[in-house]
């Protein structure tokens, strides 16, 4: 439950190139955590969190402007639908009805679009309760927005859990048969934004299989083992240490950037993965109810606007784990579904867990 004693403040964060205002919330809890969150794409745009000599950093990717935000290419910290990660040559048909959909990463849709959610203000409002305060942000996804059919109503909660947690609890409800699988593109850099690269965290997965996919990086429909395979986080493994790999997995994607098929029934709170920097002794562990987790360590950051920092975040600087269904999956029965219809509500819990090891 939410720790008491939460608390949020509110500042202005300026406005996009259309006018629209935008504002950036802080939370704040007994526990030590401090999180920021703009409605700009429903960002988290910073996480302070302390190593094991109680000396705090800000462990996320992100930008210090909204000009910024409006600018980057990568997706920081945002929010993603309306469908996270790639639906192969942007199509997929439901009903009897084929939809079409931008071609944003090459020939294949990416992250729900150009104008995707991530690229939208959120309506913010801040949720007084028992156990403190929480940022509800509301996006109405319209009938057609990026090709996709019906009026989406999505609402996502942020909260501080625990003495230094933060969970987002994922809602949506539609007007007519669509799809939906809604994640955020949160970077972590455990030893602290702007200070290198992560190839030396550990990585730990709850996972024995994953989605190989095929030249670009569309799921070829198979759950591979991990066994004997540098894509095995079954134990902790340094994010670096296989990444060159000649695999032909690790040569597609130049790095990680797959889905792994989670241990556990869908719709279970459960952890998913667990990542520590041994220098800070920072921990990281990430819990989820859904299916699958994409990890993916940064492999295409090319610089871009500077982080906080004051530095450009270059590739392998911060590394992603997106909890979310699987890849393409409106085009593959046999993986886990994505249909949302009329009536039903879509639900989705995920908790960033920060503690420190000896």
């Known amino acids: 439950m939410t720790l008491a004693g939460t ?125 403190g305060a929480a940022l509800e942000l509301t996006y109405v996804s319209q009938d057609g927005e990026e090709g996709y059919p019906g009026t989406l109503t999505a609402r996502v909660v942020y909260s501080l859990e625990g003495a230094a947690g933060l969970r987002i609890d994922y809602t949506a409800t539609t007007d007519k048969t669509t799809v939906v699988n ?59 240490a296989r990444i060159s790999d000649p695999d032909e997995q690790i040569a597609i994607g130049a790095g990680y950037d797959h889905n792994f098929v989670l241990r556990g029934p869908t719709g279970t709170l459960r952890l998913a993965a667990r990542v520590v920097e041994p220098k800070s002794g920072r921990v990281l562990e990430v819990l989820t109810t859904e299916p699958g987790i994409q990890f993916y360590s940064g492999n295409f950051l090319l610089g871009g606007p500077k982080g906080k920092a004051g530095k450009p975040y270059d590739r392998r600087t911060g590394f992603c784990l997106e909890a979310e269904h699987f890849p393409d999956s409106p085009n593959k029965t046999g993986f886990p579904p994505v249909v949302l219809k009329p009536g039903e509500t879509y639900r989705q819990t995920t908790v960033y867990r920060f503690t420190t090891a000896p």
């Open 182 to 240: 809604l994640t955020n593109h949160a970077y972590f850099n455990l030893a602290g934004e702007g200070s290198g690269d992560v190839l030396g965290h550990e990585m730990q997965i709850e996972a024995d299989q994953f989605t190989p996919v095929d030249k670009t990086l569309i799921p070829t429909g198979e759950l591979r083992s991990v066994r004997g395979t540098p894509l095995d986080f079954s134990k902790p493994m340094p994010i670096g």
């Open 7 to 131: 608390h949020i403040e509110r500042q202005s964060f300026g406005a996009t190139p259309e006018g629209k205002p935008a504002e950036i919330f802080t939370l704040s809890g007994e526990g030590g955590l401090t999180v920021r969150i703009t409605n700009y794409a429903g960002a988290i745009v910073s996480i302070l969190a302390p190593d094991r000599a109680g000396r705090k950093a800000d462990v996320l990717l992100g930008f210090a402007s909204l000009p910024d935000y409006v600018a980057d290419d990568s997706y920081q910290g945002a929010l993603i639908g309306r469908y996270g990660n790639r639906i192969a040559k942007g199509q997929f048909t439901l009903e009897g009805r084929t939809y079409t959909l931008a071609r944003n990463n090459g020939e294949n849709h990416l992250h729900g679009g150009p104008r995707g959610f991530h690229r939208a203000i959120w309506e913010p409002r801040v949720k007084e309760g028992a156990g």
